[in-house]
């Protein structure tokens, strides 16, 4: 099975870690997915920049119908806001996806991740990839 | 209610809450349901005490209130005549029982074998044993072994019709079956014990691990001719003893050999020689006596100075001679190391790293880094104690880890 | 700039059989734009909310709970990562994507495209 670990943090208190801190931490992250690769549970990272330079695309006003089986927003317009989805208490600041046996295996991996000291790991089950190969 | 009066009532209670549950439970083998009655007549309890005064006999007292709630369910489930012969049969058991209440037989080591038994899934024997003999709720089981309330409390409820639907009997097994379903109780409250160890920084963790040896308390009680029993429970207090001096005033980790004895129990360390004595004397050596032996060891060389290194790889050989358990072996080099030097120590490693558990087992790339470390291979160090790093799930761990993967840079 | 494009969604939106067929006919073309612009990545579908878990640990103690992080009626759906030379670039690609039309897309720029932590 394929899980998401969705890293989520205080943007402001990460700011205010001292570089060789910041360093420290990111020393254990750098361990952290050594130890993903070794145990053939890494598929990939990313690291996201602050919800600040997020933009969100939202359709604002209509209502959603189905027609033809698609679903289409009628009567509204699509708008682009600056910042991120929704404002929380900590923001999603970056991701792994692994490879694991099931979710219990997930939460023991998320557990270890040092990113799990200091904000939620949501752990979402991935139901499918699309890729070039498939479509 | 002072501090003292609420802990003994909270004893009693504990030991009363087994006990009926066990005996409760022995008859139908429906866990589940006899949970129910003995939560309503605790219940009814809270009411009807305060009012009438606490009856003489408390536990008989809960016991009636409880067959009487498990009876009626029991009608309003069952319509069959082998039902009826049922009901009576648990109306006479209980008619004798309010003749003589103290007589309440403990069926608790019965209620452990049943929840340990080979057809119920190994992960799952002590989360049963933890909520059937004290009463702990899912989420404090499910807090302590990283699973969600909601999913621990299911795969509990699953467990338990699986003990009715298989009949499993609540009984003590055969001398000839003992030793073996034995093990399986033993080592259920030993994961009890290591996963309250493991975070013994925090407060469930610490609850458990007192749980734990309790439990084994328990055991050791009701099979006071089992070795083995003993020996676990040595096994606990040797770890309990030094749980203080793990960690540093500023909550750094700190290794074994550089621990402050003085902070040690050294009440706990008297009472788990003892129990290893009585163990040895009275039978054939098992796992848990042996683990228990090569703690007792470790205790001796702090404490006195003795180099018994050689004592200690010597136990190891026996026990992975037992168990041929990867663990022992990963262990057991690391006590050859201070014998025959790191060369020979990681040569006994070398058949690990065909084991694929091995990739994300924590202790085996400390232990190889270390073992690395100490040959001078320098960048196969780095990478394995940079890969132990990635796998702890503790902070101090992870900081200990780094400093000597710093040193080794330096040095 | 590499983007992150994070779809929420509110999962009881997405309706029918015969809805989803079209709607997973309509990303099948957008992947397939997507699969053939430089430095696009696949993207996951995740499966529902009530299926994920949050693990947080604590002075050494670890606690999980069933379901989502934030308990907003949209959540996330999926994800994609697309190269762009500015945001205005990476709004055209939200725009054609489908979910447009039913959730909302959160852009968010990467750090560090090359390297990881």
Same mark, same amino acid.
């Given at each position: ?63 959603? +119908? ?25 923001? *999603? ?43 | ?21 066990? *005996? ?17 007549? *605790? ?57 003589? %209440? ?94 309250? /160890? ?15 040896? /309790? ?82 060891? +470790? ?10 290194? %050689? ?101 | ?6 779809? +929420? ?17 309509? /990303? ?44 907003? !009626? ?5 994800? *994609? ?11 055209? /690609?939200?725009?054609?994507? %489908?979910?447009? !039309? ?16």
């Amino acid at each position: 099975m394929r899980y998401l670990l969705m890293l989520y943090a205080d943007e402001n208190a990460g700011a205010a870690i001292p570089p060789e801190q910041m360093a420290k931490a990111m020393e254990g992250m750098y361990a952290y997915q050594q130890a993903l690769e070794k145990a053939g549970a890494f598929v990939s990272t990313s690291a996201l920049g602050r919800t600040s330079d997020a933009r969100t695309l939202r359709m604002s006003g209509g209502e959603i +119908h189905n027609v033809d089986g698609a679903f289409i927003n009628q009567g509204g317009t699509l708008k682009v806001e600056e910042g991120p989805y929704a404002e929380a208490r900590e923001q *999603f600041g970056g991701l792994f996806v692994i490879e694991c046996e099931d979710m219990d295996a997930a939460v023991k991996w998320a557990a270890r991740c040092p990113a799990a000291q200091w904000g939620p790991i949501e752990i979402r089950p991935v139901v499918h990839t699309s890729s070039a190969k498939e479509a | 209610m002072s501090d003292t009066a609420r802990r003994a009532a909270e004893r009693a209670a504990r030991e009363s809450y087994g006990r009926l549950l066990a *005996f409760l439970a022995a008859r139908t083998r429906d866990v589940a349901g006899a949970e129910d009655a003995l939560a309503e007549a *605790f219940a009814s309890a809270l009411t009807a005490w305060p009012e009438q005064g606490v009856p003489a006999n408390p536990d008989a007292w809960l016991l009636t209130v409880a067959r009487r709630r498990q009876t009626d369910a029991y009608r309003r489930n069952s319509t069959s005549r082998s039902g009826e012969t049922h009901l009576t049969l648990m109306r006479e058991e209980l008619d004798d029982l309010a003749m003589t %209440p103290e007589a309440i037989p403990d069926r608790r080591l019965a209620l452990m074998f049943a929840c340990a038994h080979p057809d119920i899934d190994p992960s799952l024997r002590s989360p049963l044993i933890l909520q059937t003999i004290l009463g702990l709720t899912a989420a404090d089981i499910g807090a302590a072994f990283l699973i969600p309330a909601a999913t621990m409390g299911q795969r509990l409820v699953r467990a338990k019709s699986r003990i009715a639907e298989l009949g499993i009997a609540f009984e003590i097994p055969d001398t000839e079956d003992l030793p073996g379903r034995l093990d399986a109780v033993l080592e259920a409250i030993y994961a009890a014990y290591a996963k309250g /160890w493991n975070d013994l920084v925090g407060e469930t963790g610490g609850q458990l691990a007192e749980e734990a040896i /309790w439990l084994g308390r328990l055991v050791a009680s009701l099979l006071p001719a089992s070795p083995e029993a003993k020996g676990m429970l040595a096994l606990m207090l040797y770890s309990h003893a030094r749980r203080v001096a793990r960690r540093s005033p500023t909550g750094a980790y700190v290794p074994l050999d550089e621990q402050d004895t003085a902070l040690w129990d050294m009440e706990a360390i008297e009472a788990a020689e003892t129990l290893l004595r009585a163990a040895s004397s009275a039978g054939p050596t098992g796992r848990c006596q042996l683990e228990a032996a090569i703690q007792s060891a +470790h205790v001796v060389r702090r404490l006195t100075g003795t180099d018994n290194w %050689p004592i200690i790889v010597k136990l190891y050989d026996i026990l992975h001679a037992m168990t041929g358990s990867p663990v022992v072996l990963l262990n057991r080099a690391a006590a050859l190391a201070e014998t025959e030097g790191p060369a020979a120590a990681l040569q006994s490693i070398a058949p690990l790293a065909e084991d694929k558990r091995m990739a994300d087992y924590q202790p085996y790339w400390a232990v190889r880094g270390r073992l690395l470390a100490e040959t001078g291979n320098r960048e196969a160090a780095h990478e394995a104690l940079t890969l132990a790093m990635g796998l702890s799930t503790d902070p101090a761990i992870r900081d200990w880890l780094e400093a000597r993967r710093g040193e080794l840079m330096a040095g | 700039m590499r983007y992150m494009m994070l779809i +929420h969604h509110d999962e009881t939106n997405i309706g029918d059989p015969a809805g989803q067929q079209a709607l997973y006919a309509a /990303w099948g073309a957008f992947n397939e734009a997507l699969a053939k612009a430089e430095g696009a990545a696949p993207g996951e579908r995740m499966q529902s909310p009530t299926q994920g878990k949050t693990v947080r640990t604590r002075n050494g103690e670890t606690n999980v709970v069933d379901g989502p992080y934030s308990d907003a !009626k949209e959540q996330l759906g999926g994800y *994609f990562f697309i190269e762009a030379k500015d945001f205005d670039e990476a709004v055209k /690609w939200a725009e054609l994507c %489908p979910a447009s !039309k039913y959730g909302t897309i959160e852009i968010r720029p990467i750090v560090q495209p090359d390297k990881n932590w």
